[in-house]
């Protein structure tokens, strides 16, 4: 049963607008959020994180932002490019259980020229 | 340059004939995990340590076993492949066991015929 689910498998997005990556998810013990992009033949690379004390985290062209009570996080990618072109994976932990992480199904996002 | 080292990259095997994926790490990390990942389900965790000797099971175990001696190796052991092993392998490793700052292997796709 997984307990990370991010329901869109692609999003396709033009340069410059906004992509709007969807996490949800149904433990409500995890207090860790984090996101990870990954190029084909490649292992994933942490994007950014965001602690369940906060609301919002931004780096750069990328913000994330948590409501708890909807369980539910997303990440911003302000403004698209063509290299942001790769799968997006939400992942969630809990601090006292360390090491054990789990990941959604991932969001193939393609940003068009 | 800090790294982990997955071999082989590529394997195809046999129903039954053991094998073994080996995972080094040099960032001197406590963290280390194995994940595996399918169309549809992303990123599944197997196994993960949390310093020598110490290991814990992971959310789809079953088939796998794993070894922590030394703190920069973390081999995965498939002891009977199956064809539902089939698969593409990512060993990770982390200062903290949060999943902040996870560093991945290149992936080790995995096939058993």
């Known amino acids: 049963d997984q307990q990370v689910k991010q329901n869109s498998p692609s999003l396709s997005v033009q340069e410059g607008r906004i992509s709007i990556l969807n996490c949800d998810y149904t433990n409500s013990m995890f207090d860790y959020f984090l996101w990870y992009k990954k190029y084909p033949a490649e292992g994933p690379t942490f994007l950014i994180s965001?602690?369940?004390?906060?609301d919002k985290n931004e780096d750069g062209r990328f913000t994330v932002f948590l409501n708890k009570s909807a369980k539910h996080l997303s990440l911003h990618i302000v403004p698209s490019q063509p290299g942001d072109s790769a799968v997006y994976f939400c992942a969630a932990s809990v601090t006292d259980s360390w090491g054990k992480l789990q990941f959604g199904a991932g969001t193939q996002v393609v940003v068009t020229p | 340059e800090a790294q982990v080292t997955q071999n082989p990259r590529y394997l195809i095997t046999v129903t039954g004939k053991k094998l073994t994926v080996t995972c080094s790490q040099n960032?001197?990390?406590?963290?280390m995990s194995w994940y595996r990942q399918d169309p549809g389900l992303g990123l599944r965790q197997i196994y993960y340590?949390?310093?020598?000797?110490?290991?814990d099971k992971g959310d789809v175990p079953e088939g796998y076993k794993v070894s922590r001696k030394e703190k920069r190796n973390f081999p995965l052991i498939l002891e009977s492949p199956s064809p539902n092993q089939t698969s593409l392998y990512f060993c990770a490793s982390s200062f903290t066991g949060t999943g902040y700052g996870y560093t991945f292997g290149s992936g080790t796709r995995l096939t058993v015929v």
């Open positions: 340590s949390m310093n020598v000797e110490v290991t």
């Open positions: 965001i602690s369940s004390i906060k």
């Open positions: 960032m001197n990390h406590e963290y």
